[in-house]
């Protein structure tokens, strides 16, 4: 999967990650990934810390499809800056932040259960 417009047009599970990528609906994609209602997509945020509000746009659009948006901030937790956690709030958005590895973990056990659940994950070389 590459290109800004490239995308899976439906939710599917994390097979695995490595490498800055990830393994999924049987394909693999370098770099970080936006899980959201509609689809999978590639995101440009190859760090936690350049997760913008430009970034969150998709997830800000689709906040009334989502029940919970989980960040996954590489190797470590993002802390939400006051900016985005208010904009994320203004929408509606209960947000999770955790390492990559447990935010697919959380990310495919909510998926599997059938719940609206949307994640970034941050590609962890």
Known sequence: MSGAAAHLPYPAAIDSYQHGGFRFAGMSH???????????????????????EATLAPVLAAARR?????????????IVPATLRDLMRASGLAVETMPTAAAISTYNILLGEGRRVAALLVAVA
């Open 30 to 52: 370098r770099g970080s990934l936006l899980c959201l209602p509609d689809g999978i997509w590639p995101c440009a945020a190859a760090t936690a810390a350049e997760i913008c």
């Open 66 to 78: 989502i029940d919970l948006f989980i960040v996954g901030g590489g190797r470590a937790p993002w």
